[in-house]
């Protein structure tokens, strides 16, 4: 009877029917067969068509392909959810790819040997675009989908539930679009011939797609994120020898070399010039940044450190999509080869991410933001140890003669630090932004995945002539191997000298940052009202009498709040509006260095 009830609680919360998804999803199995028959092993379906084979310009092509849509995947993604809507990105990638399959086939014409590269380029572009644009925005369309109409677009634990039951369908679609290229007749088909059939399919898909436009629940845009990001960067850069005043008369949120804007990051206290206040605003002169504006850049910049800790990941992953396959074709000989390891490490991937997920939610006596650090560490190490194995199972070292199977264990072993590393990364990055950012928590990803593509077509030309020929056959990819392998053990000692600083308590979010956030509100308030009379002078009103009134109003309401921490401010209505804010944010900050100082007390016992 317990499983009966875990069951139907599994089917309530992952298995929901609409009629909008019936529309849906045949255009997903029409994309995921575009990629798992031909973008995802494009330097075999190259090997093929390309009579003047060069395996280093190929291995460049597929790379820069790769790169290119992973560094598109966020601009295609706000501007579906801030301007165009997802409905519209879908259409427009959807469109975008059916005319890149159709020049491709043109690219090759009647002689499959032969491949007009002034034709295939282009196309190949024009795939890379829609590839950008699908890969998220077709998901979180589905999303909208299963999410009740009166929910709006926000990481609320309802959005949660609603991600589990797309994943559900992605997922399903996935597998069977999956088998279908494994045992279909694609795999069989040459590159016109593929690229004539995908073109059709994914039509039909579009078509069928767009008669659904009426069930569809289309939802709203929502503001940019990213708005001001770039504003803030360029006051503080513009303001960096600006002092840091030791009177509240100088700066509206800061008192003295030790009280930050959140998050408290020592190397990052510079973010925080963009929004001082000099004064009343002059006409012409730029309104300071908000609090929450430069608290918004400070989550973001926190991130570089461990995001640059996936640029060697993301060179093995280069590896996975052009040296490993490579090699895999060159023993087995068979197209099926190389999409059953392809499968095979995206399978991997999924399952590992999913069983580690919900083994970290089941461990809630452990903070989860430590776990999901722990759980990027493993996958780290499991990335040195995938170079070891694609070293040692090398056709190089063992020659031709060697079967295929033996390449199983470098793509298990990819696939299960794509799964941990990778959505680890994703996890930990929505613990640490706003609300608003999470949403781009796999974009964010897909970008240094991307950067990882690049950083291997440098490799190709720095190694060119001395590991890496012209033919497979003549290349010594087992030294990169090693070289990669290296870099994986150094990374790793560096990602576990970085996890130190971002385990401590003081960095990682507290469960108190709302008190935090209330003053940082009350701050900005302030900020406002200091910032009125300038913003209206610049528009030529006389504003005086109101600027007074705004800021009086201001005081008024600091003198009558009653604060938890130092009681009411009625008995000390001689106390300024700058020192009370500032009492306040002095108290706030003892109590949470108080209990971290308590935490690392508890630990060393």
Known sequence: MKLVQLFREWRRDYVVFTKSIVFILGLIFSYKLVEKTFLNILITRLTNAWVNYDFRRAVVVVNLQEGSAALLVVFFACVADVRSGRFKMAVFSTAVCIIGLSLNALAVGNNEQRLNFRLFYPALGLMTLAQAAQTFTLRAFLDDQLRPRDVIVAPTATHLADGRRSMFWWYSVAFVAAIFAQFGPLADYKFRKLAIVLAAMMGSCFLLFLLGAKYYVFASTVP????????????????????????????????????HIPPRVPWLRWVDRAAIVQGAIQPGEAVPSTVEQVRRVKLLLKMLPLWSCFLTLSLVAASGSTFFLEEAFSLGGNIRHVIFFANLQKFTEVVVSVISYYTIERLKSYSEQKMELVRIGIGMSCCALCCMAAWATSPRLHGTGMSVYWLTLRYLLLGITQGLAGDGLELFYKSQVLESLFRFGPPFVEIMMGVGRYLSIVCVFVFSGKWFQKDLEDSRVDKYYIFLGCLSVGNFVAYCLAVRWYGDDDFLVDEDMGIVEQM?????????????????????????????????????EAEVYEDPLLGSSESNKNISTYNYVLMRAVTVFSRLNSRAARRRQLKDQ
């Not at 009202?529 to 109003?553: C, F, K, Q, Y």
């Open 520 to 556: 940082l509100a009350e701050i900005e308030g302030r900020q406002r009202a200091l910032s009125e009379p300038g913003e209206r002078r610049m528009r030529g009103e006389d504003n005086r009498g109101e600027s007074s009134a705004s800021v009086s109003g201001f005081r008024q």
């Open 224 to 259: 940019n994120p990213f708005r001001g990001v770039g504003f803030v960067l360029v006051k503080a850069v513009a303001k960096r020898k600006v002092e840091y005043p030791l009177t509240p008369e100088g700066l509206f949120h800061n008192f003295n070399s030790d009280l």
